[in-house]
């Protein structure tokens, strides 16, 4: 029995039978897709996103008509969940610049909806379970296979919802921030992307464009520091939105996103973000407002500098700090000038250059996010040795030269990482500078 008339659906490990499903369609069988989907209408269990399957992929078959009549009981069934995200796919689905499904979405999720509720989560989907598509089923295709979809899709649309019309949902980030008209017209220039698993979304260091939410599946975040394994930072679920920087900065990546599932994603640009922010001045606002906020969060959670202080304490901690964004090209250290301070890395990106011997300026580092710097002129009691530019917009949280022994004796765990660090960078800059090192004093610093 070839692939296309699989009697079983079952997963791979770990992987729901309806999320397999979809990797059946990213992979090129979407007659797989659909007999798995029609088989989980059929038995009446996790209706939804079966219905969502079934539907979205007639539409890639050629049957549009057939399925866009189930479209509006998915899109308000999500709505229902507090699933922003699924909703909006259902509606883009329809292929319409601007969909007529579009609107309630908007109306549900803005800032001043009276559905809003800062206390609920969007509600989970149903746990997976087996299922096996029975051999009738599995020997279809063509126009019998369609047909049966179109009488499963029949059968979604008449059965109630067990989640009331006007139950209270959760806010969605960013986007619940939005009044409707903004919100509508951002929901709009979603498009939207497949993956299959082990395919890679973002890459670290590389330029990026767009930003994404992640509707079903789940991804991984890694970040890879000079040349050592991969750390995995954190794994992505649905609802959650990433790479939003690259709308706000030409930095390059910080980490790599790469799908462990077949996973469905919306998708942003920076051109089509400038479009709508040219209409909606407040879109571009709050997404920066967003964006730092998620700067900070991130630093707080991963920072080397902040991780010897414990995690209730680190707000307070940056409370302390100045946010100050460069250009590309600013300097923010200049050798041979005194110390300014200590500079720990939101977003963005600098290069480290030192003179050597002859007097060549000899490229020391590339930092970014979560980096710092700024200790070794603190810890050695001495102007700069070294200039620090910015590669691209860089937005930085910084404690002046004065600050940093109060903060310091109030934060004594830092002394000794600031005194470590400084004493490996010295190390470092003078081996490749052909200089000797100097000893640190860790008590300069208080």
């Known amino acids: 029995m070839d692939r296309h008339r699989s009697s079983s659906a079952a997963p791979h490990a770990g992987i729901s039978v309806l999320d397999a499903a979809y990797g059946l369609r990213v992979a090129g069988d979407p007659e797989g897709a659909l007999r798995v989907g029609v ?9 939804l996103r079966a219905a969502a399957l079934v539907a979205s992929t007639m ?16 899109v308000a069934g999500f709505i229902r969940r507090g699933d922003l995200a699924a909703a909006t796919l259902a509606a883009l689905e329809t292929g319409e610049e601007r969909s007529r499904l ?10 001043t909806s009276p559905r809003l509720s800062a206390e609920l989560s969007r509600l989970p989907p149903p746990l997976p379970s087996p299922l096996a598509v029975d051999p009738t089923l599995a020997s279809l295709s063509g126009d019998a296979l369609l047909d049966r979809a179109t009488t499963a899709l029949r059968s979604f649309v008449v059965q109630p919802d067990d989640v009331a019309e006007d139950a209270k949902i ?9 009044d409707v008209a903004p919100l509508e017209a951002l929901l709009s220039a979603l498009r939207s992307r497949e993956c299959a698993t082990g395919d890679v979304v973002v890459r670290q260091g590389e330029p990026g464009g767009e930003a994404y939410v992640v509707v079903d599946g789940a991804l ?8 050592s394994q991969p750390v995995r930072l954190a794994s992505l679920g649905p609802g959650r939105l990433f790479g939003e920087m690259a709308l706000v900065s030409a930095a390059p990546r910080a980490a790599t996103v790469r799908a462990l599932e077949p996973t469905q994603l919306l998708v942003i640009s920076r051109e089509t973000l400038a479009r709508v922010h040219a209409e909606y001045p407040e879109v571009g606002e709050e997404l920066g407002r967003f964006c730092q906020a998620r700067m900070v969060e991130n630093l707080l959670r991963h920072s080397e500098l902040l991780a010897v202080v414990p995690l209730a304490q680190r707000t307070a901690l940056l409370e302390r700090f100045t946010v100050t964004t460069f250009a590309p090209g600013d300097a923010l250290v200049a050798a041979g000038q005194p110390a300014r301070g200590l500079f720990l890395i939101a977003s963005g990106e600098v290069e480290v250059f030192g003179a050597d011997e002859q007097g060549e300026q000899v490229r020391l580092a590339r930092l970014g996010p979560g980096d710092f710097f700024g200790e070794s002129a603190l810890a050695l009691d001495r102007r700069a040795n070294a200039t620090v ?8 949280l910084s404690l002046g030269r004065d600050q940093v022994a109060e903060t310091l004796q109030a934060y004594p765990a830092v002394t000794r990482q600031l005194a470590d660090a400084a004493s490996r960078r010295d190390e470092a800059t003078q081996t490749v500078l052909g200089r000797p090192t100097l000893e640190i004093d860790e008590s300069v610093l208080v």
């Not at 088989?39 to 209706?47: C, D, I, N, P, V």
């Not at 539409?59 to 998915?74: C, E, F, Q, T, V």
């Open 59 to 74: 539409i890639r078959l050629g049957r549009p008509l057939r399925a866009g009549y189930a479209l509006d009981r998915m």
């Open 220 to 227: 991984e975040v890694l970040r890879e520091d000079r040349g």
């Open 102 to 111: 579009i609107p309630p979405i908007a109306a549900a999720f803005a800032r």
């Open 170 to 178: 959760a806010a969605a980030p960013f986007f619940s921030a939005l």
């Open 389 to 396: 530019v910015a590669t691209h917009e860089t937005v930085t």
């Open 39 to 47: 088989a989980y209408l059929e038995r009446g269990t996790g209706q």
